[in-house]
């Protein structure tokens, strides 16, 4: 059973709009959430962490929102650029599963110029 | 600092083979994690090293096997291979492997399998 879920595959945003990305996820006991990029032909890339006791954490153009009681981040970016074409990944972290990070499958997001 | 590098990048083996991956932390990176990526199932935990002992392991068959050298390198060993063992095979290192940090990916290895 899918513990992280993206339930967009996909999504398509012009340049200097917005670009919001969706993450749902079950277990009650994550406490910690990641976003990764992800390149053809390379592996992820870290973007942006939140951990449970905040609901809101930023860096640049990129900002996570996290409603706990929804069980619901999102990833915005703005202003969205050709170069953030890419496949972008929520995990979590539990307590309880130590180092390991629970993937969503991903929604690929392309920016159009 | 170089990044996480991963031996070999692509890989075609044929069912019932074994296989070994390497993996190479970031230099001064202790801890070691693998992850399978297909498809089907997306981004899936096998395991995780650190100092040489592992440490955590996912939900994946004891056909997957992995070990962690003195210098933090990592192998790992699949047995007997079968066709949905065909994945992008990923490996991602930390400094000290503490849970809320940062994971750093390498490109990883493409194995297919026939």
């Known amino acids: 059973d899918q513990q992280v879920k993206q339930n967009s595959p996909s999504l398509s945003v012009q340049e200097g709009r917005i670009s919001i990305l969706n993450c749902d996820y079950t277990n009650s006991m994550f406490d910690y959430f990641l976003w990764y990029k992800k390149y053809p032909a390379e592996g992820p890339t870290f973007l942006i962490s939140?951990?449970?006791?905040?609901d809101k954490n930023e860096d640049g153009r990129f900002t996570v929102f996290l409603n706990k009681s929804a069980k619901h981040l999102s990833l915005h970016i703005v202003p969205s650029q050709p170069g953030d074409s890419a496949v972008y990944f929520c995990?979590?972290?539990?307590?309880?599963?130590?180092?390991?990070?629970?993937f969503g499958k991903g929604t690929t997001l392309s920016v159009s110029s | 600092k170089a990044g996480v590098t991963q031996t070999p990048r692509y890989l075609i083996k044929t069912r019932g083979q074994q296989v070994t991956l390497s993996c190479s932390p970031i230099?001064?990176?202790?801890?070691v994690s693998w992850y399978q990526q297909t498809p089907g199932q997306g981004l899936q935990f096998l395991f995780e090293y650190f100092s040489e002992t592992q440490r955590n392991k996912g939900n994946f068959p004891g056909r997957f096997s992995g070990r962690q050298f003195s210098n933090s390198r990592s192998e790992m060993n699949v047995s007997t291979l079968e066709l949905g063992d065909s994945a992008l095979y990923l490996c991602?290192?930390?400094?000290?492997?503490?849970?809320?940090?940062?994971?750093?990916f390498g490109p990883g290895t493409r194995l297919l399998v026939l």
């Open positions: 991602a290192s930390s400094s000290s492997g503490r849970r809320k940090e940062t994971q750093y």
């Open positions: 995990a979590a972290s539990a307590q309880q599963a130590g180092t390991a990070l629970i």
């Open positions: 230099s001064g990176h202790r801890s």
């Open positions: 939140i951990s449970s006791i905040k």
